[in-house]
């Protein structure tokens, strides 16, 4: 025999046919066979041969190992729980939920409750997190710490997931240290917008001073929309060492950064800007002796004169709204609301509020006043304005507004917030009550939790239908306590239906608490597999 | 069987889905609300009435006292199989222990399907111990010209191929794709499936990028080879005509005495075309050494019924297909629920699973992969092409992975598990290079499965 044609010679004659390529063998090997049999007789003993002859190759360089992990694993049945809550994807699906709970909401508090717990997050599943985290920003934060270092070292070799590298730790892992003084000057001179406002937050965080000093130096150089943002940076710490940079910035070139530096400054009530405010403001509203009981007498400003302007009063008002009236709101917001008291013959803000005012000028003074108590914090005047939650002029369109007194609730500690919403729902319902739900604390406390389930009974029981209620019953679901659910027992089963009730109205309301119920189990289930030595 | 014994994870229930919007429809249900009387007999059956859009609740039954795997019977009108009923059912009972108590006996409605099934089983069993009825002489008769037609199929087929050679194998790009649906659809009519199957798979050569002539040149030359295998079967040795049997795809029912081993579930799978959906699940026996190959089919939509938990082990006994170098099996008798494996299976190098590859081929030369673990590989990224390598911890010698598997998500779990440490792999080992199907990382006997 003589040698046998190589694969090449084989694959030659194959791509261009045995009629136009004569076969690399010796005729007598042929045997009597025509030509394109032996051609893949030949092929299929080399393509054998080839692969039985296969050898691993050269490894190529390995990455850098992911960083140890010292977070402890999770439970297994909380990696149980978690691969179904990355299993149910949204957008899939739609229309009538029916009685089964949306997975895709308990996330966030499943990846709250396990940072809380400090797990470390199962290897092989930070893909899964990663592709969730990209698709949610509002997860993103969540969802990236509980990931960890292996996201990041994933994130490094998977162009899909740059954002995680982006995101993680707000940027500041690029920050040059506290000491590096070079390094921080040299940073804000020559970084991006982006960078320049971390490294401002990160050190206002670190030394307040520090950070304004800094900005101090190349102040003048910024351009205006900049100096706004950079203004803006100082919110956090402001003490009463920031009023003379503000004091300055008062006479800026730009009309929005002389607004916020004075914004900045009428929450300082030690400040000077506060001072002369309160000292307009006074002069605007008096008591009135005149009548049988006393009252509010309103004396709107007549002028707005460049030294109001100079503090921040802009002298335009929007269209249709009345000159001084306009000037009058902005003083009174700017003013410590600490003068009025004093001004006004020594009463409590309490008593204040419940002064009449004379001239229609009410429902500018209160709403100038909400204003004031929300930017200085104060919860006393932020009480007083909000008044009884059971008043009927808290539901309907009194001097506050539901806008505004979501506002001020914020100005209030948690579980007072908690009660005077609870109170508002037991006096006028659910309609108006979304608003002032968004702004209270999770879970919700038990007295405002109940409040909601007996104002949904209430409701059902007149006879509307639920999905009238779907932002509440949303709500309830991500934020009632699960403590709670045995109070929904027995509001579960489809009532007989009623004559005057909406067409089916009872069978939907049965299956939005048993949504409602199952949600809240499902909750505390999750929340018993990530407690240590809790799971099942 | 205890409760215990079948009881399975939330993972292992999705693992039984069909598809994707099942398992997502599944796991909705797998909490107490939507449920009422559920409960669980001793014997493996989980039952339960789940409140639908209508008045009357579903009647959900399952039953895991079946070696072959889960049945399923629900009143749903869901084509699905297993239903999201079934799926919510079994994941609340994985789930929660209190929500599906144990109970004596069964309600009416569960009981009589459960008895039924049962009833079946011990007939069927019966009837595989007297011997089969049929006719032997119209068997023989209907294998010959099963046979002839085989051989028609064969002859033509090579004629095809050798026209292709004569003509240039250049000539098969601008042919297209017709050219081997026509042939395929000629093998199928011939009763030669497996025939038909790597007819239409040369269709889709040309198109699949570099070096395609030389992929097409094996793959003819491997199918003339299979062609002379048959129409030369009486001068092959016994085992090998077996091997050319299976892979004409005729049937080779399984004859091998049954071994008893602890057989661990190492992976399974389903692929599916138009028409069926075919399961491989394989299994390493701790025992004997051997890995093993169980198939399972499903029609269309449906999921096949044998459904085997990764990282389980079972006390069971398996036959053996005919044929050379013949990995696939048959699940005979269990004598004991399956249990969590406490270790993994033995690893081995890149070299050496190239090396058995090599060696399996001596055996059956139209093998694409054999399974093998790997043990202590580091998945390591390939600059350019965007392609990955398994890479032994100890040494300067990689695998490539297959470009099936880089294109799906899987392989970041394999990376995101790795960390860039050592890994034992489980998977297919190849020409085409490797298909992890099971990793395990360094220290634990906790399976994670990439496919």
Known sequence: MTTAPTWDDLLTTALLGTDRRTLPVDPADLAGREAPAALLDAAAVAAVRRRAGLRPGPAGPRPEPAPAETRPALPPAAAHRLTLLLADRPGGGGGRRGSTPDLTELLPQWLASANTHGYAAPPHMVPALLDAARARTDLRPAALEFAGARALWLARLNPDWRFAQRSASGGTSALPDAEDDEGIRRLWREGLFAERVALLTALRARTPSAARELLAETWAQERAEDRLMFLDSLRAGLTADDEPFLEQSLGDRSRNVRATAAELLSTLPGSALAARMARRAATCVALDHTGSAAAIVVEAPAACDPGMERDGVTARPPAGRGERSWWLGQLVEAAPLDTWPDRLGGRTPEQIVALPVTDDWQGELHAAWCRAAVRQRDARWARALLGAPSAPEAGGPGAVSLADRAKLLAALEADERAAWVAGFIAGHGLSEAFQLLGVCALPWTAPLGRAVVDALDIAREAGSYPWSFSGVMGLAERCLDPAETARLDSLLAVPDEREDASPGAGGYWAEAFQRLATTLRLRAAMVRELTPGGGA | ?451
Do not use: N
Not at chain 2, 159 to 166: E, I, K, Q
């Open chain 2, 1 to 451: 069987m205890t409760q215990q014994g079948v009881r399975r994870t939330a993972e292992q229930v999705l693992d039984l889905a069909p598809d994707a919007s099942s398992r997502k429809a599944g796991s909705k249900l797998g909490v107490a609300g939507p449920w009422s009387g559920a409960g669980s007999g001793r014997e493996g059956a989980v039952w339960g009435l789940c409140k639908g859009s209508g008045s009357k609740p579903y009647q959900t039954v399952v039953d895991l006292s079946d070696p072959a795997g889960p049945a399923y019977k629900c009143s749903c009108p869901s084509r699905k199989f297993p239903c999201k009923h079934a799926l919510g059912l079994l994941l609340l009972w994985a789930g929660d222990e209190g929500a599906v108590p144990e109970s004596e006996s069964a309600p009416d409605w569960a009981e009589q399907w459960l008895a039924g099934r049962r009833g079946r089983a011990e007939v069927k069993k019966t009837q595989a111990a007297a011997g089969s009825a049929a006719d032997p002489d119209a068997a023989r008769k209907r294998a010959e010209r099963r046979d002839q037609r085989v051989t028609a199929g064969a002859t033509e087929l090579e004629r095809r191929l050798a026209d292709l050679l004569r003509d240039g194998l250049a000539s098969a790009e601008r042919a297209g794709y017709g050219l081997w649906e026509e042939t395929a659809a000629r093998m199928v009519d011939a009763q030669a499936p497996g025939l038909a199957a790597r007819v239409r798979e040369l269709g889709t050569i040309p198109a699949s990028g570099t070096g395609w002539p030389a992929r097409l040149l094996e793959e003819c030359a491997l199918l003339h080879l299979l062609d002379q295998g048959w129409l030369h079967r009486d001068r092959l040795p016994d085992a090998l005509a077996a091997t050319v049997r299976t892979r004409l795809g005729l049937p080779t029912p399984a004859d091998g005495p049954p071994v008893r081993d602890h057989w661990q579930v190492l992976a399974q799978y389903d692929t599916a075309d138009a028409k069926l959906t075919t399961r491989r699940i394989w299994l390493h026996g701790a025992d004997s050494g051997r890995t093993r190959l169980l198939l399972s089919f499903g029609a269309a939509g449906r999921a096949p019924e044998l459904s085997l938990p990764v990282g389980m082990s079972l006390d069971a006994e398996l036959s053996d297909h005919p044929g050379a170098g013949q990995v696939r099996a048959t699940l005979g008798e269990r004598h004991a629920p399956a249990a969590p494996a406490a270790s993994r299976p033995p690893g081995t190098t890149t070299t050496r699973a190239l090396a058995s590859y090599g060696e399996a081929l001596r055996e059956d030369p139209w093998l694409d992969s054999v399974p093998v673990t790997l043990d202590a590989v580091i998945p390591v990224p390939e600059d350019t092409s965007g392609s990955w390598h398994l890479a032994d911890a100890d040494a300067h010698t990689a695998l490539p992975l297959t470009p099936s598997f880089l294109a799906r998500p899987v392989l970041w779990r394999l990376v995101a598990l790795a960390g860039g440490a050592p890994l034992r792999v489980f998977g297919e080992c190849g020409h085409r290079g490797f298909t992890p199907l099971t990793a395990w990382a360094e220290g634990t006997a906790a399976p994670v499965s990439l496919c």
